[in-house]
């Protein structure tokens, strides 16, 4: 079965993915690309890596609005991550979930967890998110 997580969900629904984890915020202005899903912040931690459909877990963002915009940008083409994971409600996250559903009709969950529940987490491992904020880690 695997490791059971029970989440804040601060913008319901359902995904599952491999996890792409950074103890690190990450700025969405200049450090994602919106039309790859790459990670580009060279400075990050998961610079060169790709969240485009993939579960990401941040602590927080970090920087301003623009988070909202460039996530919206990459749901509208294709390559958002299938759900946002933080330490707490982060506005910005749940504001650019909100408007992708608005505008495009795409749920992107988001769920908080606890600081040390987010350390449990770990890139690679899959993860399924319900409605209700439980989180399953499938580890083989």
Request: glycine fraction near 10%; charged fraction near 15%; include cysteine.
């Amino acid at each position: 079965m695997g490791q059971v997580i029970y989440s804040r969900p601060v913008i319901p629904g359902q995904a599952e993915g491999n996890l792409l984890v950074s103890s690190e915020p990450l700025s969405f202005w200049g450090g994602y690309d919106q039309h790859s899903g790459e990670i580009i912040d060279r400075r990050h931690h998961l610079s060169g890596q790709n969240a485009s459909g993939r579960i990401l877990a941040l602590p927080f963002t970090r920087g301003s609005s623009t988070t909202t915009t460039i996530l919206v940008e990459a749901v509208r083409a294709g390559v958002a991550p299938a759900a946002l994971i933080s330490t707490g409600v982060d506005k910005f996250l749940a504001l650019a979930a909100i408007l992708a559903n608005e505008l495009y009709g795409h749920m992107l969950p988001v769920v908080a967890l606890q600081a040390d529940e987010f350390k449990e987490l770990t890139s690679g491992i899959h993860a399924i998110i319900c409605h209700d904020g439980t989180i399953t880690l499938k580890t083989s």
